[in-house]
């Protein structure tokens, strides 16, 4: 595990990891087009939820990059990546389960969001968080499951409406369980092997 963590603090491992973030950042705020459009423009910013996680991210490596660290920025990237990592890949997983397939764009989007929440985990012994950092990724975690179902900016999967209570219930606790994860895993673990 030792060999893993050094390569992955190589600064040409951050580069090309960089790289494939702006790529996929870029990407995932292609795939809102259509949503952005229809949506007023005082809501838009809270609607690329996957994009504005892995944009985090690649602020956290730019930093790392230039051997600098923000505390709040890695702790918006977890949580942001975690949770909507996580979310994405149940809600196809779900479609998959109700239609019986998925395109290959869906497959695309299960393995990009898998990778979000385990570059997240993976890194995260690199992370330098303090409890206010967290405490404010919290409320951005959760603020945003206002806006996604009291005013329906989360992504539209139509064939997932009639299940839209219990998308949002399952939301919720999906961001607690992140906060929790993100408390053990930047908060206590790290204090522990200081």
Known sequence: MNILYSLMRLRSSLIALFIVNVLGTIYGYYWYKSQLIETPSWLRIVVPDSPTASLFFCFVLLLWIFRKQNGLIEALAYVSLVKY??????????????????????????????????????????????????????????????????????????????????????????SIFVILIAYFQLIFKNRASI
């Open 85 to 174: 990592g996580i979310w994405a890949v149940a809600m196809n997983g779900a479609v998959l389960y109700i239609d019986g397939g998925l395109d290959k764009i869906a497959y695309m989007l299960i393995f990009s969001h898998g990778c979000m929440a385990l570059q997240a985990i993976l890194y995260a012994p690199m992370f330098k968080v303090k409890r206010w950092h967290l405490a404010l990724a919290s409320i951005w975690i959760l603020q945003d499951l206002i806006f996604d179902y009291v005013f329906g900016t989360m992504p539209t999967y139509h064939m997932l409406g009639f299940y839209i209570d219990w998308i949002a219930l399952f939301t919720f606790w999906l």
